[in-house]
Each structure stands twice: as structure tokens, then as C-alpha cells.
């Protein structure tokens, strides 16, 4: 489904794009996908030469679910002196906290086509668990303990 944008963004860019199919859940839960990311932008990283890219000009990217996943394979690879840096990390409306579903940019967009409140949390409980039974406690912040709600306040936050 992303072959098109792929190729425009490749002609566009005068880059070359590597598309990574990863494993999806239900089926593959976390960090099956997250594992297929790593490895294969690894693998691209150690044989840039087979490909002539330049080491220097390397960049991840990836939207909703893959955001999170380029987001997350960029983080992994900072502290690696083995690899060539990435050059930069593009997310498009990446899902990147599930700490709390009733910040103001989730109660502002509830109801808003594709990707509703609900259907971020049932998504992301697919991912983590394969399945959506605790969706509720989830989406009243239940889900998480309040020595870690107060610990990561300063940056999950209403204010």
C-alpha cells in the first residue's frame, strides 16, 4: 500500500527508499515489529556501500504506527559509534505516548476521522498485547500507577 508514495518520495527526493515490511499484530505482538525495523535499518546501515548511499545523508521515517517504530529505531541507534549516525527522523502523526488518552490534543480530535481516541487506544493494545480487553481502563488512564503518572508529568501533560 505504500509503493506510490514511496516511488514519488524517492523521485522527489532524488533518494533512494527502502520500505520495511514488518510483522503486524494482533498476530506479532510488540516488539516483533519494532525488532524487524531495527534489524533491517541495521542491516542497511552496515552494507550502505552495495547501495552507494552516502552514510552522512541517512534518514528514517515513518507515519502513525511506523512513526512510532522510526521514532523508536532512532532512539536504539543514537548511542551506537558502530553505524553511521542517522541524519534525521521524520514522523508523520506518529503514536508516540499511550501514558494518557485524554490529553487535549486527543479530547480535541475525538471524533475525528480516521483515527478516533478510541480506535488509538484499541490500536495500540493490539500492539502491546495483541488484544484490546482492558481498552477501557485505558482510556480512563487507570492503566497506569501514580508514582509513574507523576513521574513522567512534566512531559505527558495537560499544562
Not at 104 to 116: A, D, H, K, T
Amino acid at each position: 500500500s505504500y509503493e506510490r508514495i514511496c516511488q514519488y518520495i524517492a523521485k522527489e527526493s532524488d533518494s533512494l527508499v527502502v520500505s520495511v515490511g514488518y510483522r503486524l499484530a494482533p498476530e506479532h505482538k510488540y516488539p516483533a515489529a519494532y525488532e524487524d525495523c531495527l534489524s533491517a535499518t541495521q542491516h542497511f546501515l552496515q552494507h550502505l556501500q552495495h547501495y552507494a548511499v552516502d552514510p552522512a545523508r541517512v534518514t528514517v521515517c515513518g507515519d502513525s504506527a511506523g512513526g512510532n517504530l522510526a521514532a523508536a529505531v532512532s532512539q536504539t541507534l543514537a548511542g551506537r559509534s558502530d553505524l553511521p549516525r542517522l541524519r534525521a527522523q521524520i514522523l508523520i502523526y506518529p503514536g508516540l505516548q499511550a501514558l494518557d488518552f485524554n490529553l487535549p490534543s486527543y479530547q480535541q480530535n475525538r471524533g475525528v476521522p480516521l483515527l478516533f481516541r478510541e480506535r488509538a487506544a484499541f490500536f495500540a493494545l493490539l500492539y502491546l498485547n495483541g488484544d484490546a480487553l482492558h481498552m477501557q481502563e485505558v482510556l480512563e488512564g487507570s492503566h497506569i500507577p501514580p508514582d509513574m503518572r507523576l513521574k513522567y508529568s512534566k512531559w505527558v501533560s495537560p499544562d
